[in-house]
């Protein structure tokens, strides 16, 4: 009998109840703010069709939905896409997909890929294979939004060791960078045993990801710095917030 592939790191850990235990702080508020920045400045009209690669448990899929969008979830974790799945109607659509495939064929007008969904391959090809499934999924005009962590400042300000205690689970984070992958080991235990688990991200940099969308075929039109769209500078900036477009 053939020896079953191990899961990979972001396969074991996002399908987790213990991922959603400790993320389950995080900012619906800030998530809306970027929503609604975003449909201001891209002036998205009600007519498109949105895809939301990576969407977890759907926070930014709900809420445009809400505003009267036409929106389709797609995340690997099962788990999360069954929970996102109690919110569906006939404009909100959830499925389990992996971002490195085409999640269809010219299919929609604007991908958003949010909240540091991005990078947890470790090799560029893997990357820009990604990128290419997303330009693919795109119409001719389609737009792209990335939002990934400011790279840089992330790496100057690091924290190695840090202890988070969220209801009767104290988790101690430990991070490292090794060949540009930031490593977050994450160790606790519960009902009596111990457990680990791990996160990686590449330590992408703005001109590793400009290259990537002129490899891939994009066209950029725009870096902001946070969720308020600002204008981004690489020393003080907490997020890199691209907009890229196909080509028509």
């Known amino acids: 009998m053939a020896e079953s592939k191990k899961a990979c790191w972001f396969e074991e850990w996002f399908d987790s ?3 959603h235990l400790l993320y389950k702080d995080r900012d619906f508020a800030e998530a809306e703010t970027l929503i609604r920045n975003l449909v201001w400045y891209l002036n998205i009209p009600k007519e498109v069709r949105i895809l939301d690669l990576a969407c977890g448990k759907g926070r930014h899929s709900i809420f445009l939905n809400a505003l009267g969008f036409n929106v389709t979830g797609v995340d690997l974790s099962e788990n999360s896409i069954h929970q996102a799945k109690t919110n569906e109607n006939d404009t909100l659509h959830f499925k389990v997909g992996d971002m490195r495939e085409p999640q269809g064929d010219e299919d929609f007008d604007l991908v958003l890929n949010l909240f540091t969904s991005f990078g947890y391959f470790e090799s560029e090809e893997e990357n820009t294979k990604t990128l290419s499934a997303i330009h693919q999924a ?30 009767d689970v104290l988790f101690e984070i ?23 688990f791990e996160e990686k991200v590449m330590a992408i940099t703005r001109s590793d990801f400009m ?19 600002e204008e981004y500078s690489e020393p003080d900036s907490e997020r890199m917030i691209f907009i890229v477009r196909k080509p028509d």
């Open 174 to 196: 430990e991070k490292s960078v090794e060949n540009q992958i930031i490593r977050k080991k994450i160790s606790f235990e519960d009902q009596g045993k111990s457990r680990y």
């Open 138 to 167: 795109l119409k001719p005009g389609g737009k792209l939004v990335l939002d990934f962590m400011n790279s840089s400042k992330v790496l100057r300000q690091m924290i190695p060791k840090a202890e988070v205690r969220k209801g």
């Open 17 to 19: 109840d213990y991922y």
């Open 211 to 229: 290259r990537y969308f002129e490899k891939t075929g994009f066209e950029f039109v725009h870096l902001s710095g946070n969720y308020l769209l």
